[in-house]
């Protein structure tokens, strides 16, 4: 009886799995008065506004104003969190949007959650949170979508003073609408 050994079914799936067609999701040039984005890991492509600039910081991407008179009181982020080992299936939107309101309640003295939503993002259950709160005495207004995408969680946050507020959240709404999964 001929048998196919175990060995052997290892390199049949290698070459037929990993021979498979990979094809990335075309990405847009960048539209006028925006500025294209893609990470060097993380799955996405999106474009922001170009009257913001590249800064400094821990997350994927941090942005200030070009023309920034707020002393550093208006920020614009997409974040790309690591998450700890867990079981697939097992995040919930919930649990995430715990660990973010959580985590803003750690940095912002006096959080109050304004509101939260349903946010479309392609293919991404997302969801919008809106918050207010002091950092060190100035009122901040906090806008950020909160997505997941195959078990990964993916944050575009506005952090601003009052007067920059109304930016902040459009060049959200900017990042969100752009965004294309790799």
């Not at 984005?37 to 200030?64: E, I, M, R, V």
């Not at 097992?90 to 949007?97: D, E, R």
């Amino acid at each position: 009886m001929n048998r196919v050994s175990p060995a052997w079914m290892l390199v049949l799936c290698v070459v037929f799995c990993g021979c498979a067609s990979h094809q990335a999701t075309a990405t847009r040039p960048a539209s006028a008065g925006m500025v294209g984005y893609t990470p060097p890991k993380g799955g996405f492509t999106t474009q922001y506004p170009s009257a913001w600039h590249p800064g400094t910081g821990k997350d994927t991407l941090n942005l200030a104003p070009a023309k920034d008179d707020s002393g550093g009181k208006r920020r614009l982020s997409i974040d790309v969190p690591d998450i700890p080992f867990h079981l697939p299936g097992m995040m919930t939107m919930g649990a995430v949007q715990k660990g973010f309101t959580d985590d803003l309640q750690k940095r912002f003295q006096g959080l109050h959650i304004d509101s939260v939503s349903d946010q479309a993002m392609a293919g991404a259950r997302a969801k919008r949170i809106k918050a207010t709160g002091k950092e060190g005495g100035t009122p901040m207004v906090i806008d950020a979508v909160v997505a997941m995408n195959h078990e990964q969680v993916y944050i575009i946050s506005s952090e601003s003073d009052q007067a920059g507020a109304k930016a902040g959240s459009a060049a959200v709404d900017a990042i969100v609408t752009a965004w294309q999964w790799n």
